[in-house]
């Protein structure tokens, strides 16, 4: 890695990444765009009157008629994101005038993973009437309008876990109490078995791309893009990382059906109505992508996100039930049959994306002083030797 200046990459060097690693069109574009503007200035704290500005332009070009945005404040939450919650008063299709909550949800100059608001809009807007999620109204995908590109979505009601719980950091360590357990997770199921089912050839997913059925597209679009991620945001050479990505070419799995993957599918990625415990939204999207649904089912399974029950010896998968229930109540609902060496292979590719994050992005843009969250980047970076040490361990656990 030496002998390359990744803060002021070349346009022959950005050209032979993407040449070594091909991935999906957008995910090409969206990995080019960071590179052409890593150069660039720092991110410095923008100011709530320019994001109302920009979010003005948005809506005028968007042509809703006359409006005035109310209320803009800064939103906690959303991870990497930067998020302001307005009110806007408008003349609603449909409803006539109205006051609507909204939030616009932007890039900073870096994120910790570098992701395309317009893929996250339109998977949002294609699952409306089929699993909850929050709606979506407007899109600034090349960054127009606003500093960085950025979408416009509506609140949603719920909570992301019961007030009075403890969580850490995007809602790890949170415990539910058992009754809520038991209506949390026939939904909890019930939902990734419809994202996985769902007709994608139905919707606008023009910003997706499709791997091919019958083939190792898809597990090679997924290397791909983290191990050239890694090679643009790394200065560390990290063994265990160039093994990990050796072990996962060689035993790339064979998709036998492809699905929508929602990428992020956990505890705390979803709002709950605490009167009724009904899960009321999907959040996060922004790793969604046309794959194997295999992804999902190995990231829902981590460790990293569930707990043990009350009686100190049974795991529960995200906090909600036993794996094993987990699984089987899925592929009722589904229809689908699982395979445990592709969830174990995901396994191991889902943490070698996390090492790619940790150890090589998250140095990057805290190096570059590119994002609003230097503290909790540089914390993150704490965690990347017990990911390392689960892959070795999977890797040399692999059936």
Same mark, same amino acid.
Request: with cysteine; hydrophobic share 40%.
């Given at each position: 890695?030496?002998?390359?200046?990744?803060?002021?990459?070349?346009? =022959?060097?950005?050209?032979?990444?993407?040449?070594?690693?091909?991935?999906?069109?957008?995910?090409?574009?969206?990995?080019?765009?960071?590179?052409?503007?890593?150069?660039?200035?720092?991110?410095?704290?923008?100011?709530? =009157?320019?994001?109302?500005?920009?979010?003005?332009?948005?809506? %005028? $070009?968007?042509?809703?008629?006359?409006?005035?945005?109310?209320?803009?404040?800064?939103?906690?939450?959303?991870?990497?994101?930067?998020? @302001?919650?307005?009110?806007?008063?408008?003349?609603?299709?449909?409803?006539? %005038?109205?006051?609507?909550?909204?939030?616009?949800?932007? *890039?900073?100059?870096?994120?910790?993973?570098?992701?395309?608001?317009?893929?996250?809009?339109?998977?949002?807007?294609?699952?409306?009437?089929?699993?909850?999620?929050?709606?979506?109204? &407007?899109?600034?995908?090349?960054? *127009?309008?606003?500093?960085?590109?950025?979408?416009?979505?509506?609140?949603?009601? +719920?909570?992301?876990?019961?007030?009075?719980?403890?969580?850490?950091?995007?809602?790890? +360590?949170?415990?539910?109490?058992? #009754?809520? %357990? $038991?209506?949390?997770?026939?939904?909890?199921?019930?939902?990734?078995?419809?994202?996985?089912?769902?007709?994608?050839?139905?919707?606008?997913?023009?910003?997706?791309?499709?791997?091919?059925?019958?083939?190792?597209?898809?597990? *090679?679009?997924?290397?791909?893009?983290? #191990?050239?991620?890694?090679?643009?945001?790394?200065?560390?050479?990290?063994?265990?990382?160039?093994?990990?990505?050796? &072990?996962?070419?060689?035993?790339?799995?064979?998709?036998?059906?492809?699905?929508?993957?929602?990428?992020?599918?956990?505890?705390?990625?979803?709002?709950?109505?605490?009167?009724?415990?009904?899960?009321?939204?999907?959040?996060?999207?922004?790793? +969604?992508?046309?794959?194997?649904?295999?992804?999902?089912?190995?990231?829902?399974?981590? %460790?990293?996100?569930?707990?043990?029950? #009350?009686?100190?010896?049974?795991?529960?998968?995200?906090?909600? @039930?036993?794996?094993?229930?987990?699984?089987?109540?899925?592929?009722?609902?589904?229809?689908?049959?699982?395979?445990?060496?592709?969830?174990?292979?995901?396994?191991?590719?889902?943490?070698? @994306?996390?090492?790619?994050?940790?150890?090589?992005?998250?140095?990057?843009?805290?190096? +570059?002083?590119?994002?609003?969250?230097?503290?909790?980047?540089?914390?993150?970076?704490?965690?990347?030797?017990?990911?390392?040490?689960?892959?070795?361990?999977?890797? =040399? =656990?692999?059936?």
């Amino acid at each position: 890695m030496r002998g390359i200046d990744k803060d002021r990459p070349s346009p =022959e060097w950005i050209a032979e990444l993407r040449k070594r690693f091909p991935v999906e069109r957008e995910i090409d574009r969206v990995l080019t765009r960071k590179m052409q503007r890593r150069s660039g200035p720092p991110y410095s704290p923008v100011p709530l =009157e320019k994001l109302v500005e920009g979010t003005t332009s948005l809506l %005028r $070009a968007c042509n809703i008629g006359t409006f005035d945005i109310a209320q803009p404040r800064w939103l906690s939450g959303g991870a990497s994101k930067l998020q @302001m919650a307005f009110t806007l008063k408008w003349d609603r299709p449909g409803a006539g %005038r109205a006051e609507t909550p909204m939030v616009l949800r932007m *890039e900073p100059a870096e994120s910790i993973v570098e992701t395309s608001r317009l893929r996250e809009f339109q998977l949002i807007r294609a699952f409306e009437g089929t699993v909850p999620v929050p709606p979506v109204y &407007w899109c600034d995908a090349e960054g *127009e309008h606003l500093p960085y590109p950025a979408l416009v979505y509506g609140f949603a009601e +719920g909570v992301a876990k019961p007030t009075a719980a403890q969580a850490g950091v995007s809602g790890l +360590g949170t415990h539910l109490p058992p #009754e809520l %357990r $038991a209506r949390l997770a026939p939904q909890f199921v019930d939902y990734l078995a419809r994202i996985h089912t769902f007709d994608y050839r139905k919707a606008d997913l023009s910003a997706f791309d499709v791997p091919a059925a019958d083939s190792t597209q898809c597990a *090679e679009w997924g290397v791909n893009w983290w #191990e050239r991620v890694f090679e643009e945001d790394g200065d560390e050479d990290v063994p265990l990382m160039r093994l990990g990505a050796a &072990w996962l070419r060689s035993h790339l799995p064979v998709l036998d059906k492809p699905s929508v993957v929602h990428a992020d599918y956990r505890l705390g990625n979803f709002l709950f109505t605490e009167h009724d415990a009904r899960i009321s939204a999907w959040l996060d999207w922004e790793l +969604g992508r046309v794959g194997d649904r295999h992804q999902d089912i190995a990231w829902t399974t981590s %460790r990293a996100f569930g707990h043990l029950a #009350e009686d100190g010896k049974t795991f529960l998968t995200c906090g909600l @039930m036993p794996e094993n229930q987990f699984i089987e109540a899925y592929e009722k609902a589904s229809g689908l049959c699982i395979d445990p060496k592709v969830v174990h292979w995901y396994k191991v590719y889902n943490d070698y @994306m996390m090492g790619t994050l940790l150890y090589a992005t998250s140095y990057r843009i805290a190096h +570059g002083g590119k994002t609003h969250q230097d503290v909790l980047i540089t914390w993150l970076m704490g965690i990347g030797g017990m990911l390392l040490e689960e892959m070795r361990t999977l890797i =040399e =656990e692999a059936p």
